[in-house]
Structure formats: C-alpha cells, structure tokens
C-alpha cells in the first residue's frame, strides 16, 4: 500500500514514522519545507521524546509526486489543507482514499471539493508532538486514533483503523466520530483560544476566577450549535471532560500558544471557535463569545504580524 503523508510536520511525520516503522505500507512525506524534506533524504527522520529513534523514510514537495496513492494522510494546517489539495491533485485516484486528522472542524466541505465522500475518512487524535528542527520531531504525548468513512465505504475506513492500530497509533474505527471531532474542538476552542490571549498555561487561566463563566458560555454555544447539527452533547459532560483535560495538562502552552505566541505564526482560529460561529448563522443560534474570541486571535495575529 501506498501512503503519502500530506503536510509533514510534527503530526504528520509522527503518523508517517509509525506506518513506515511497523508496517508494510511504503509511506512518502509530502511537505514545502525545503530543508526538513533534504535532512529527512539525506540523514533520515530523528525521532525524539517518547520514542527515540532514526527512520529511513522519503520526502519530497507535493509537486513531485507522482504515483497514485492507496491513501493520504492530510495532516497540513487547517489553512493550508485547500491548496495541498489542489496541489496533489494528480495523486488522486478513484481508489484513493483520504484520511483527514486535522484539529477543528469542516475540513470534510474541503475535501469533498476534490473527492467523492465514499473515499473521505474523518478522524482526530490525541497524540503530541514537535518539531525541534527540520527532520527532526519530538512525540510529546502518545494517544489514540479515531476514524469513521463520512461515505458509505465503512469497509475502507475500519482498512485504514486496522493500518493506524498495526503501526502503534492505537487507532479504532469510530461510528460517531463527529462526536470526538466536536469534544476535542471544545477543548481547542477553550484551552488553546484563551491561553494564547492571556498569554498563560492551561492550569494559570483555569484557575482564575473569571474563568469558569467564560469557559461556561463557550461551551453552552459549541453544545448548542452542535445539537442542532445532530451531534449528542451535553454540555455538563463536556465541560467534565475540558476541566479534566485541563488538569492533565496545567503546566502546558497549548499548540495554539506555541504557534502565535513563540512563533508568530497564524492560529487555526476560523477552524475552531470561527467555525461554531459559522455554523451558529445558518442555524440562527447567537456565539458571541466565540466570535469576540475569533476576532480577537485575527487582532493578536495582526498585532503580532503572524505569518
Ligand atoms: P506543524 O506546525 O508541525 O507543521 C505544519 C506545517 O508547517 C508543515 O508543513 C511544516 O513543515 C511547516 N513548518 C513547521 N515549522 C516550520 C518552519 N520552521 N519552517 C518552515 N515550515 C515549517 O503542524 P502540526 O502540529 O503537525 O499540525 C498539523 C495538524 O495536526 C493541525 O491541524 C494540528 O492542529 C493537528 N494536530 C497537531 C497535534 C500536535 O501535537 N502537533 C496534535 C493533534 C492534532
């Protein structure tokens, strides 16, 4: 099996590592970070943190590839998803299928632009990791797989669940996976939106004292809006598992803070509390809070000159 990785950052070349590791699949990284894909050819891919080791494994720019692929991990920004697409246009086949793990939501809408959605595969994970270099990536966190065909090819989606477990992702099909999708988004759309503007770590904004009725009024509209697009959720479960998650991870920056705060690059904001707020009009239930909260991640990266 042929499996490209689209987007081979810290993620990608996480779930690369493993599939090229433990599998049969030939897996290719696809990435426009010139020197991470040269260090990658010439000296391997250096895998540090939870795992220490070096892999063999071929990189190269969307734009080389040329053989068909059996399957491709999407695993760009969310920004940047439409124009890797349209860029490994030619590596699309009527058989190939496609994997999205991104953080946030509607990156489906994207991908059925150049797809059918038998061949779309939804998924998230909990696994974490860096890059401390090009070629070089930190796993920070194990974690888990979830994946669900949004087609009817659910005999293709629970191939590419058995491929991510065989690899040591600890992956499972999922038969609602919309659910996982919408809970991690809440725990983006809370942990990673306001530590990046009060600039603190999970545990510091957690425990403040205003923080329980911003949280609070983020989760009633994500809850909200997610019902009324069929998904089950509730919002004192959620917010159960956000404060949950949350104590885990009090000493952390969030991956949000990491990029806008130490790095000065643009956030996935429109794909996280942006996009409840999207999905909010066309059901007519207000998201203030998650709108200021938008808006003022745009202004930060104004401010800041994210790139
Ligand atoms: P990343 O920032 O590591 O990589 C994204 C892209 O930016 C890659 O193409 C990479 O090559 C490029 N890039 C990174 N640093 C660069 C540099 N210094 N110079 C030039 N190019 C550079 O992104 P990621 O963390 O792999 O995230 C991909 C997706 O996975 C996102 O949707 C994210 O939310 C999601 N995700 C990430 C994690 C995590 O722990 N990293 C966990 C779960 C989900």
């Known amino acids: 099996m042929l499996v490209y990785i689209a987007g081979s950052g810290a993620m990608g070349s996480t ?37 220490e080791d070096k892999i063999k ?3 190269m720019r969307p734009e080389e590839a040329e053989e068909e692929a059996d399957l491709i991990v999407v695993m ?18 009527e058989k190939t299928q496609i994997l999205c793990l991104l953080n946030g939501m509607g990156h489906e809408k994207i991908l059925e632009k150049f797809v059918d959605k038998n061949q779309i595969n ?8 860096g890059l401390t270099g090009p070629g070089q990536i930190e796993i920070t966190g194990k974690g888990t797989i979830d994946v669900q065909n949004i087609g009817d090819d659910e005999e293709n989606g629970r191939k590419i669940a058995r491929l991510l477990d065989k690899a040591g992702l600890g992956a499972k099909y999922d038969n609602d996976v919309m659910f996982a999708i919408w809970r ?8 990673n939106s306001m530590t990046s503007l009060m600039e603190c770590t999970i545990g510091e904004f957690f425990d403040s004292s205003r923080s329980k009725d911003i949280i609070s009024e983020l989760v009633k509209e994500f809850t909200e809006v997610g ?3 069929g998904i089950d959720l509730d919002k004192k479960e959620m917010l159960e598992y956000i404060y949950k998650t949350a104590e885990e991870a009090k000493d952390h920056h969030p991956s949000m803070y990491q990029d ?19 999905k909010g ?16 991640i745009h202004a930060k990266e104004d401010i800041r000159g994210a790139k």
């Open 15 to 51: 779930i690369g590592y493993h599939i090229e590791k433990n599998t049969d699949s030939r897996v290719i990284l696809l990435d426009y970070w010139q020197d991470h894909i040269d260090k990658i050819n010439e000296n391997g891919l250096m895998v540090s943190g939870k795992v």
């Open 57 to 59: 494994i071929k990189a």
């Open 76 to 93: 760009t920004k969310s920004m940047a998803l439409e124009a890797m697409m349209e860029a490994i246009k030619g590596i699309i086949g």
């Open 122 to 129: 939804m998924g998230v994970t909990i696994w974490a990791a």
């Open 184 to 191: 991690k988004v809440m725990v983006n759309g809370t942990m």
């Open 227 to 229: 019902r009324a697009e």
């Open 260 to 278: 806008l705060i130490e790095r000065n690059r643009k956030t996935e904001i429109d794909f996280i509390n942006g996009a409840v707020v999207e």
């Open 281 to 296: 009009k066309a059901h007519n239930i207000a998201t203030p809070y998650n709108k200021i909260v938008t808006q003022l």
